[in-house]
Every structure is written in C-alpha cells, then in structure tokens.
C-alpha cells in the first residue's frame, strides 16, 4: 500500500475507524494528514468535526476542513432535496469529488480510508446482488493511481468494526459514537445487518466472503483496477469524470452552488506547482 516516505492523507469523519487509521498510520512513521468534510448535517457533522480536530490538536497534526456550505454553498440535505437524489447518493458523490481533488492538489501519494472488513463485506454483497461488474472489478484494497485519479488505499480492511472499535479504547481516542441520522433506510446498512445474521450463525463467513473474492473471483472481474472507460476532465473543475461535466459540477448546477475552484495552481499544503491546464498533475 504504501512506501517509506510517502505522504499520506486520510479521510477523516471523526468516527473510529479513520482515527483509529490515522493513529496506526502515525504509529508506522508515516507522515500523515488529514482532511474532514462537513456535511452540514446538523450537529451530526459539528460533533464529527469536533472529534476529528480534538485528536488532530492533541497530536499536533495538520487537519484540513472543507465545509461544503461556505464553500460550495449547499449541504447534503439542500443537495439531496435539489437533486432528488437519496442523501447517501448526494454524499457519497461529493466526498469522492473532494477526497480525490484534495488528494491531487495536495500531491499525496496515497489517500487512505478507513473502510473495515464489516463495511467491504457489505459493499460485496450490494455489488454482488446487482451483478455491477464494474464496480466488482474494482472493489480491492488498493487502486492503483491513474486516470486522473490519485492512488487509494483501504489499510483496515483485514479489521472489523469491533476491532477498530477496542483499539480506540486501548489507545483513549475519543470518537463520534452517533450515526448519521439521514443513515435511515441506506441500503448499506441492511446489508450490514444481514450479514451479521450470517456471521452469528457462521463466524468467519464475513473474512471468507471478502477475501475469498479478492483470491478466486476478482480476476473474473477485473481491469487491473484502472477505470473501465476512458476517463474525461470536467470542462468546468478539470476533475476525471465519464462526461463533459463531472458528476459533481452537474449536482452543483442543480442545487444552485458555487462551482470548485479550477484545477490545480495552489496545493493544500499552501505552496504553488505549476499547473498543467485541466488534470495536469492527475498522472492522466
Ligand atoms: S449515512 Fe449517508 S448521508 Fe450520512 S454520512 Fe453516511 S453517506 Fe453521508
């Protein structure tokens, strides 16, 4: 997943799971940030910050925050109400934007999330319900940079949700223990429960479902992990898409938001590169 040296940026909500990485990650030497999206879902998304910048201050750690209204001027509810979409839809879409833009921008070698076995297991069983060969092909721990995409990394994926639940407690790390209250009928979360069901009648069938995919299936599926289909800049943000417009400039127009900032001249970390017009640095 990673090499020494190599400078990494975790996604961080402030729940366990991504503190509990960004803790291990420090462990390990690696030179780590941060980055926290505020939804503006309530005090759900100001309690998650709150979390994410007590661990981040404690530790001296550099943490950037996007705050989706005052920079983009919706929030997940405006959004899902504009674009009549499901809240986790409008959600998942523009933290995929914004991980991967801050990631770019900020020249990381890898962006790291803190996705556990009880989370790829239930993604799994979603993909593998709908037969979405794409997605299948590329439901693996790591995805190799390319495309105009940065390099991702799922480093807890061999750790279930109780696991990463005791190393927060063993380590005194305090994290946001609510759920989101738009979570209500995700369907993610159905899968969750199921496979708990499974699980309590037959321990290990989660590891085994998982991971004996990724040995025996995934082949089936795969293009190496890379993006099925040629990838397009955005002719609005530069960002790789699968039209002219990327998924996030078009949800944009429709909750009436300020457009992102054009492709990168400025990295997170606040020191200029040289831009190379839409994408440049985007290993496209
Ligand atoms: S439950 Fe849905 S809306 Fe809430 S944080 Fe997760 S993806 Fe976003």
């Not at 005194?172 to 159905?190: D, K, Q, S, T």
Request: hydrophobic share 35%; aromatic share 8%; glycine share 12%.
């Amino acid at each position: 997943m990673f090499s020494p040296g190599d400078r990494i940026l975790v996604a961080v909500s402030g729940g366990k799971d991504s503190l509990a990485l960004w803790d291990i990650l420090l462990e390990l030497g690696y030179d780590v940030d941060g980055l926290f999206v505020n939804l503006g879902i309530g005090d759900y998304s100001s309690d998650s910050g709150h979390f994410a910048w007590k661990f981040a201050e404690a530790r001296g750690l550099k943490l950037r925050t996007i705050d989706l209204r005052s920079e983009f001027n919706f929030d997940i509810p405006a959004g899902s109400r504009a674009a009549r979409r499901a809240p986790c839809s409008v959600c998942g879409l523009s933290k995929r934007h914004l991980f991967d833009d801050a990631a770019l921008r900020g020249n990381y070698n890898a962006l790291a999330t803190g996705h556990n076995l009880d989370d790829e297991a239930a993604v799994l069983l979603g993909n593998v319900l709908r037969w979405e060969h794409e997605y299948l092909g590329r439901q693996r721990p790591v995805l190799q940079a390319g495309g105009g995409f940065p390099k991702k990394v799922k480093p807890l994926v061999r750790l279930a949700e109780r696991e990463t639940a005791a190393y927060c407690v063993l380590r005194g790390i305090e994290y946001m223990l609510e759920e989101c209250p738009l979570a209500e009928g995700n369907r993610h979360l159905a899968y969750k429960e199921a496979l708990n069901g499974i699980e309590d009648r037959s321990p290990g069938v989660k590891h085994s479902f998982y991971f004996g995919f990724q040995d025996r299936s995934l082949p089936l599926f795969t293009n190496d992990g890379g993006p099925t289909t040629k990838p397009i800049s955005c002719e609005r943000c530069g960002a790789s898409g699968n039209g002219q417009v990327c998924a996030f400039c078009r949800l944009l127009e429709r909750t009436g938001g300020n457009l992102p900032s054009p492709p990168a001249s400025v990295n997170i970390r606040g020191t200029k590169s040289v831009a190379n017009g839409h994408g440049g640095n985007r290993h496209g």
